[in-house]
T-cell receptor
Framework: DAGITQSPRYKITETGRQVTLMCHQT?????MFWYRQDLGHGLRLIYY???????DKGEVPDGYVVSRSKTENFPLTLESATRSQTSVYFC???????????FGSGTRLTVV | RKEVEQDPGPFNVPEGATVAFNCTYS??????FFWYRQDCRKEPKLLMS???SGNEDGRFTAQLNRASQYISLLIRDSKLSDSATYLC?????????????FGKGTKLSVKP
């Protein structure tokens, strides 16, 4: 199916574990983004990517790692999960950086 | 001053009412502006772009005031299905250079 998909939809993990959230888009958009959404903070940018092998930090990158070996995939890894990383994570893509983004349906991550 | 500020609401209005949301932004160099809609436990979806001359899409009207650095969204003849959180979004870097910054959202509840 065309679009942007995230997996898993829900994830519970333990403190200290590594966890990877997946994001896949079928439009061949150049830009991809990872946001987290928390009550009281709204959407905050974690990392973004302008193209394959080009990534850059956003507002809240600490504790996260990204890679983009293929244009269509942009996985987000929590190297050692902490309770403060409990959040809803949204991936988005766009042909242009400053234009409207299309979001995936999100991953609800709980770190216990 | 926060980068993008919105009144969090909630706005509780009866069906058929007209409701307006305002949003202020801090970077006078910002070039792109959007309103997104987010339903409960769903991803944000682009509602409309905001152009300098103002724009209308059915019951929705968006206005931009660059001098005062604020954006507005007017919803006429509110429907129950308009109940959602409305996110004000600004490209803070100007042109295609910046990432989108999201306001925390204004919650709208339309009652029968």
């Amino acid at each position: 199916d065309a679009g942007i998909t995230q997996s898993p939809r829900y994830k519970i993990t333990e403190t200290g574990r590594q966890v990877t959230l997946m994001c896949h888009q079928t439009w061949s958009h150049s830009y991809m983004f990872w946001y987290r959404q928390d009550l009281g903070h709204g959407l905050r940018l974690i990392y973004y990517s302008a193209a394959a092998d080009i990534t850059d930090k956003g507002e809240v990158p600490d504790g996260y790692v990204v890679s983009r070996s293929k244009t269509e995939n942009f996985p987000l890894t929590l190297e050692s999960a902490t309770r403060s990383q409990t959040s809803v994570y949204f991936c988005a893509s766009s042909e242009f950086r400053g234009q409207g983004y299309t979001f995936g349906s999100g991953t609800r991550l709980t770190v216990v | 001053r926060k980068e993008v500020e919105q009144d969090p609401g909630p706005f509780n209005v009866p069906e058929g009412a007209t409701v307006a949301f305002n949003c202020t932004y801090s970077n006078s160099a910002s070039q792109s502006f959007f309103w997104y809609r987010q339903d409960c436990r769903k991803e944000p979806k682009l509602l409309m772009s905001v152009y300098s001359s103002g724009n209308e899409d059915g019951r929705f009207t968006a206005q931009l005031n660059r001098a005062s650095q604020y954006i507005s969204l007017l919803i006429r003849d509110s429907k129950l299905s308009d109940s959602a959180t409305y996110l004000c979004v600004v490209n803070m870097g100007g042109g295609s250079q910046g990432n989108l910054i999201f306001g925390k959202g204004t919650k709208l509840s339309v009652k029968p």
